[in-house]
């Protein structure tokens, strides 16, 4: 079907609040490529969200998944287990930096992570509060709805959320907030809100994800730590996003040295495939009851042999190495830039975690949400698929597969180059 016809039945049968934008349809794709309903080719920046750190398609995980169908599709893990699941377990309770001996469960998304992170956190403490951070982002479950650090569009029209969330500023002194003031405002979120023996857990992204790209330093990440073990919390990181090599590193976390008690990840964890996983020490994932958690479909086989290849692939071709490299021809690219162009500033990158501001004022630091917006539709237009983020939605992010060849990357960003020109 062409992209008019797909576009016709999107109208009259896609709910308006899951109806994508975009008016081309996805129809055939391989590494940093995709090809639409009607032949068109674009270049992939976003990744599916950063779930494509390995690229589209990757050769390996589609044999795995391939190898896989011929054997066992499902069974329920709970109701038969399967060897993918157990294997997975073990690769990542030797992957993950959690304090002590790790136990893993598998999930579907990373909101259903987050979901029973925070169930495993109150049953290990006894505790209900939990503690997020402004700018943070979770899921849209009703409890995540709750924790994220930003109303719309992920609050606005469903009603009241879930009480025991409790919010603390985030470190991005771009933006006015200093470490020093986001510990004052967490240690007065304990002293206003949050009683520390009835909060079970702080919960934060290392590098914020749809906040902006903002990644928290190693100080302030050994200060949650030390307030955590003062009052008997978990440390709960989300590595939905930043987890699975988009850092340089396995996990964002492991920049900062710093144990967490819980971990969840999701996203490139199996290169497309609906996979996460809740990751702490042995203690904290066994302290709720036989039968306590689970799902359906949670480590379905077929993931799991996703996620299986993926961390080969990690292994045979270097992928944190090759998203180093990456990074740091982005961080060369968006340098010209800054000097190019008035409306960029604050460029950073952490491995291949990268994004700059768009803003109408250097020197106020005022943001251009609408030069985002505008940017992001010319690229499109162009060929180039290329995401904004931000709690001021002014943030170009780059989550293009690790794997892009570079002369893919180099037009990629030659198109944004090209269509800043136009813009400003």
């Given at each position: ?46 990744g599916g969200i950063g779930v494509l750190n390995v690229g589209h398609r990757h050769p390996k995980v589609v044999a795995a998944v391939k190898a896989q169908l011929d054997k066992v599709m499902h ?14 377990a073990e690769k990542l309770s030797h992957l993950v930096p959690v304090r002590g001996h790790a136990k893993v469960m598998l999930a579907n998304s990373g909101a259903e992570a987050l979901e029973n ?134 996990f964002a976390i492991e920049h900062s040295g710093v144990e967490p008690d819980i971990m969840t990840m999701a996203k490139s964890m199996a290169d497309g495939m609906p996979i996460s996983a809740i ?146």
């Amino acid at each position: 079907m062409s992209n008019a016809e797909l576009n016709e039945l999107k109208q009259k049968y896609v709910a308006a609040g899951a109806a994508s934008p975009a008016t081309a349809f996805a129809d055939r794709a391989e590494n940093a490529e995709i090809w639409d309903a009607d032949g068109n080719r674009f270049i992939d920046f976003a990744g599916g969200i950063g779930v494509l750190n390995v690229g589209h398609r990757h050769p390996k995980v589609v044999a795995a998944v391939k190898a896989q169908l011929d054997k066992v599709m499902h069974t329920c893990q709970t109701v038969m287990p399967y060897e993918g699941y157990v294997k997975v377990a073990e690769k990542l309770s030797h992957l993950v930096p959690v304090r002590g001996h790790a136990k893993v469960m598998l999930a579907n998304s990373g909101a259903e992570a987050l979901e029973n992170a925070v169930k495993i956190a109150r049953a290990a403490t006894g505790r209900s509060n939990v503690i997020c951070f402004d700018g943070g982002y979770h899921g849209r479950t009703f409890y995540t709805m709750a924790m994220n650090g930003k109303v719309a569009p992920y609050q606005s029209d469903f009603g009241p959320m879930p009480g025991t969330v409790f919010r603390a500023p985030y470190p991005v002194s771009y933006h006015g907030v200093s470490e020093d003031e986001a510990l004052r405002g967490l240690k007065m979120t304990l002293k206003t809100d949050a009683n520390p023996k009835d909060t079970a857990a702080i919960v934060l992204e290392p590098v914020l994800g749809e906040g902006g790209f903002y990644p928290a330093s190693k100080s302030f990440l050994e200060k949650i730590r030390e307030i955590c073990d003062e009052h008997g919390m978990l440390m709960i990181i989300d590595e939905v996003q930043s987890g699975f090599g988009r850092t340089g590193k396995m996990f964002a976390i492991e920049h900062s040295g710093v144990e967490p008690d819980i971990m969840t990840m999701a996203k490139s964890m199996a290169d497309g495939m609906p996979i996460s996983a809740i990751v702490g020490t042995d203690k904290v994932m066994d302290a709720s009851g036989p039968n306590s958690l689970g799902g359906t479909y949670t480590g379905s086989p077929t993931a799991c042999a996703a996620a299986l290849a993926v961390l080969e692939v990690f292994e045979e071709e270097n992928i944190l190495e090759k998203s180093r490299t990456l990074g740091e021809k982005l961080a060369a690219r968006f340098g010209e830039w800054q000097t190019k162009f008035d409306c960029i500033d604050n460029v950073r990158n952490m491995g291949a975690m990268a994004a700059f501001e768009l803003v109408s004022n250097k020197t106020d630091r005022t943001p251009n949400p609408e030069l985002a917006a505008a940017l992001c539709k010319k690229a499109r237009e162009e060929g180039l698929i290329l995401l904004s983020c931000g709690m001021y939605g002014n943030t170009i992010r780059f989550l293009m597969p690790v794997t892009i060849e570079d002369s893919v990357l180099n037009e990629g960003l030659d198109i944004i180059e090209s269509c800043l020109e136009s813009l400003v």
